[in-house]
């Protein structure tokens, strides 16, 4: 039977190389699970839901996907592999996508994303391989080795972040700082956020982890050297709006109060990138001021982008009293005094002396 690439150009028999039929759907249902697993995806319809991200008119719908994961057919468009090449941060070409065997998919998969040892080798039985060969104590999978995190390789870039202000002195206004995420010599992620604060460009650094559902970094302050603790949810491919909570305590704030809030982070072209520094400091809570901000990064000009303006400005809830989660001293304060004088005594002598 004659063989042909994705893009029509005959390939040479091979009948050692390629699977019959009925194998090649049960490689495929099995290549699918292990990109399910990988991407943090529970269920089909949350794997779906990655194909419909990267393409609105994505041919991996629940009917098709409920097939192709059974093993009981193939894809027959293209489309799917490009999508699905897409879905996994464009590292597999949709030729390789197509053809390869789940042995060789592992292979390829396993260099970018960490990939749980129990169902691969679960899997692997289904495709009727040998288990993978057991590793030296205190090795680690191939993306472990060379440090690569799971969703890291879109979630690199510079962006905008937004959030609403912590000072009293600027409540119910945002504040716009910048962010960079990039990753150092040992392919950990790094983060970088910095805001003016009183004319001063404040910076925050710490190393992000991700499993590729969730990041989570704890930003040290270098100004302060208190921590800031960043957790986003991480986003399909290609990652133009991440958002979060952003909590710690107010640089600038004598009380130091300790406070949350919801923070988006809004990518940057590379154009861009240079001056997004001149952009930092605060503005109106109003969906105006937002809408130009995109608009200074490149977004397209038309009637969504002010609707997305307003979008932000009520996610951020900036003229809501909610919009920040605080627990003040003045708060704590009647409480921890009735609680001293309902403390038992043996409380009371387990505390050091100062004498």
Known sequence: MKQSRLD??????????????????LHLALKLRLTSVVLGCSTSK?????????NRATLFVPQNAYKWLSGKAMP?????????????GGMLAAPFLASSSFDEFQDALSAHFAVPETVLTELRAEAGLPAAPVQAAGAAPSARRSGQQPGGHWLEGAY???????????????IVGQVTVHADSMRQLQINYSENLFNRQVLMSGQLLSDGRAAQSALTCSYTHRLFFLALNVPT????????????????????RATASRILLLRAPASRAADLVARTGY?????????????????????????????????????????????????????????????????????????
């Open 160 to 174: 905008l972040a937004i959030s609403p202000a912590w000072s009293r002195v600027q409540a119910g206004r945002l």
């Open 46 to 54: 949350e794997l779906c839901a990655r194909f419909a991200a990267s």
């Open 8 to 25: 029509g150009v005959p390939l040479p028999a091979d009948n050692d190389r390629q699977p019959p039929l009925a194998e090649a759907s």
């Open 237 to 256: 491919p290609p990652a133009n709006l991440i958002g979060g909570v952003l909590s710690g305590a107010a640089v600038h704030d004598p009380d130091a």
């Open 76 to 88: 027959r468009a293209s489309s799917v592999y490009e999508d699905w090449a897409r879905v996994l």
């Open 283 to 355: 503005i109106a809570a109003e969906g105006g001021q937002v809408e130009n901000e995109l608009a200074i990064l490149g977004y397209r000009d038309d009637a969504e982008r002010a609707v997305l303006g307003s979008g932000i400005v009520d996610f951020l809830g900036s003229s809501s009293s909610a919009s920040l989660c605080e627990a003040s001293h003045k708060d704590l304060g009647p409480l921890e005094l009735m609680l001293d004088r309902l403390a038992p005594d043996e409380a009371l002598q387990t505390l050091p002396s100062w004498h």
